[in-house]
């Protein structure tokens, strides 16, 4: 049984990671760092070019017992690999989430409107409206000179984004847009047409509910 440790420097995945990047290693080599050992009679590299053979063929159908089925694999390694498919997948999922409506933005953000604390978030999204991040810009009292511009937009700017939410929460569980909202929203509105990037929303966040700028047709 070869663990990577005993493998030729050449040969080495997590070298090789560590000199290239993850994106350098083929699929076997990936699955290879994940296993950590091969079995008896096995080497690592050779059990994971199995196993990878075997995703290439049936991926939507592999299961526990197909794995297991692979001689030597036993069940702690298979449960490994479903393990971290399933992981993944579940962040690709929540990656390629779409925002299309206020209530939607609502959902995503649903912990910030019962915060005892003012947080003012941005949504960054792609062109088929995807969310890319999602990020708190600051926490505190919501007035135009605690919100900057370039502090909302930098972000956006690096994620390539085509279009960002804004979003904010009431503690005191007001659903009306004050004064200071509304200059926020027209400021970083004229932003948003100088760096290209459409500004689609702002949403306040309350306990019962939402309140959106561009329902109420204010964007």
Do not use: W
């Amino acid at each position: 049984m070869t663990a990577l440790r005993d493998l030729h420097k050449d040969d080495k995945p997590r070298e090789k990671l560590l000199n290239k990047g993850v994106q350098a290693l083929k699929n076997d080599e990936l699955l290879a760092i994940l296993l950590g050992s091969g079995v008896q009679g096995k080497d690592v590299r050779k059990l994971a070019k199995e196993i990878i053979a075997l995703m290439d063929t049936d991926f939507d159908k592999l299961s526990l017992e197909t794995l297991c089925a692979i001689h030597g694999l036993g069940i702690a390694k298979a449960s490994q690999i479903l393990a971290s498919l399933e992981l993944s997948k579940r962040y690709l999922i929540r990656s390629n989430k779409r925002i299309t409506s206020a209530g939607e933005v609502y959902e995503e953000l649903k912990e910030f409107s019962i915060k005892k604390q003012e947080h003012f978030l941005s949504i960054t999204l792609d062109g088929a409206s995807h969310i890319i991040n999602t990020r708190t810009v600051f926490i505190g009292t919501l007035n135009q000179s605690m919100v900057h511009p370039r502090e909302v937009f930098t972000d956006a700017i690096a994620d390539r984004a085509a279009g960002i939410i804004i979003a904010h929460n009431h503690p005191s569980g007001t659903l009306e847009a004050s004064r200071a909202d509304v200059q926020i929203t027209q400021r970083l509105k004229e932003v948003s047409k100088l760096v290209g990037i459409e500004l689609l929303d702002h949403v306040i966040l309350a306990k019962d509910g939402f309140y959106s700028f561009s329902d109420e047709g204010l964007l």
